[in-house]
């Protein structure tokens, strides 16, 4: 499965929005990009997912230029409660064989009032 | 619709115990996955069920083992505890039929004293 490196922590400020870049030189071409965010003491809960080009849903965009080594998350107008781990795990779509996860470390993001 | 269960929420046990976990998926999903996350790191995978088997398994010793049953819920079976199992152990599931993301449960928080 394709490496991924995230920043390991970042502070934004209420109201700004968060952009958070993911290297992965290595994805394959039947990889998907998949963005989680974990709470303390919670399970990771999906953000967002994409192949190519722009995906936007109600929470968050993701960015993903024509070579697809890296990708970007950005979340608008952060609150205090959008505090946590942020995920990026690039493989194979849900439906493939081997699809398991692969989590690395995480990028802290920390918004403080 | 409940998304992913999983009980006990939190565990104590004593170093050569053995401890079962549960999970049942979210409604509609056919595929459980479970991962170990210990404190200050992404999730780990450990094995992967679907049509009650074991079809991936990740770098995790025998003591590890699971099983799915008929109505698709999942238990993780851990041997012989070793202190380095501490960790929080998390569910996730799938429609292996479609394209959407694995969904997580909020874990169990298993204690080896």
């Known amino acids: 499965l394709a490496k991924t490196t995230q920043p390991i922590s970042m502070d934004s400020y209420e109201g700004q929005e968060v952009n958070i870049t993911c290297s992965h030189n290595n994805i394959a071409t039947n990889d998907y990009i998949t963005w989680y965010q974990q709470f303390p003491s919670q399970g990771p809960r999906f953000i967002i997912q994409g192949y190519k080009t722009k995906v936007t849903n109600e929470v968050a965009s993701l960015f993903i230029p024509a070579d697809r080594k890296s990708s970007t998350l950005s979340l608008p107008r952060v609150s205090l409660s959008d505090t946590a781990v942020y995920y990026c795990?690039?493989?194979?779509?849900?439906?493939?064989?081997?699809?398991?996860?692969?989590f690395g470390g995480g990028t802290r993001v920390l918004v403080k009032p | 619709d409940a998304g992913v269960t999983q009980s006990p929420t939190h565990l104590i046990k004593t170093r050569g115990q053995q401890v079962t976990l549960r999970c049942s998926p979210k409604s509609g999903h056919d595929t459980v996955s479970w991962y170990q996350q210990a404190l200050g790191q992404g999730p780990q995978f450990i094995f992967q069920?679907?049509?009650?088997?074991?079809?991936q398994r990740g770098n995790f010793p025998d003591r590890f083992s699971g099983h799915q049953f008929p109505n698709y819920s999942s238990e993780l079976n851990v041997n012989a505890l070793l202190l380095g199992d501490s960790a929080l152990y998390l569910c996730a599931s799938h429609d292996r039929g479609r394209n959407q993301p694995q969904h997580f449960g909020d874990g169990t928080r298993l204690s080896i004293l």
């Open positions: 069920y679907y049509e009650e088997e074991e079809r």
């Open positions: 795990l690039v493989g194979p779509p849900p439906q493939a064989a081997g699809n398991k996860l692969t």
